[in-house]
């Protein structure tokens, strides 16, 4: 089995990042792009997921990980 060396390899970050892509098509060519506070909630949150996955990747240890990525599910 392979070791992951960077979080871009991880398929929960790369399958984040597609749905950050997805949620902004969304959010922006539809009705849905004139409500401006509500846009940038969305995509900020969408954008916090794969924040959250990075970060707990470059922790110290698996609980910290695993932590993190709860806060990413949410």
Same mark, same amino acid.
């Given at each position: 089995?392979?070791? @992951?060396?960077?979080? !871009? %390899? &991880?398929?929960?970050? $790369? $399958?984040?990042? *597609?749905?950050?892509?997805? #949620?902004?098509? *969304?959010? +922006?060519?539809?009705?849905?792009?004139?409500? +401006?506070? &509500? *846009?940038?909630? *969305?995509?900020? =949150? =969408? /954008?916090?997921?794969? %924040?959250? @996955?990075? !970060? /707990? +990747?470059?922790? %110290? /240890?698996?609980? !910290?990980? #695993?932590? +993190? &990525?709860? @806060?990413?599910? /949410?």
């Amino acid at each position: 089995m392979a070791t @992951i060396k960077q979080f !871009e %390899d &991880l398929q929960v970050w $790369q $399958q984040a990042r *597609v749905m950050c892509t997805l #949620i902004q098509a *969304v959010c +922006f060519r539809t009705t849905f792009k004139k409500d +401006f506070e &509500l *846009v940038r909630q *969305v995509n900020k =949150s =969408s /954008g916090s997921c794969k %924040d959250n @996955i990075a !970060e /707990g +990747f470059e922790r %110290d /240890g698996n609980r !910290e990980f #695993i932590h +993190f &990525l709860s @806060i990413s599910k /949410g």
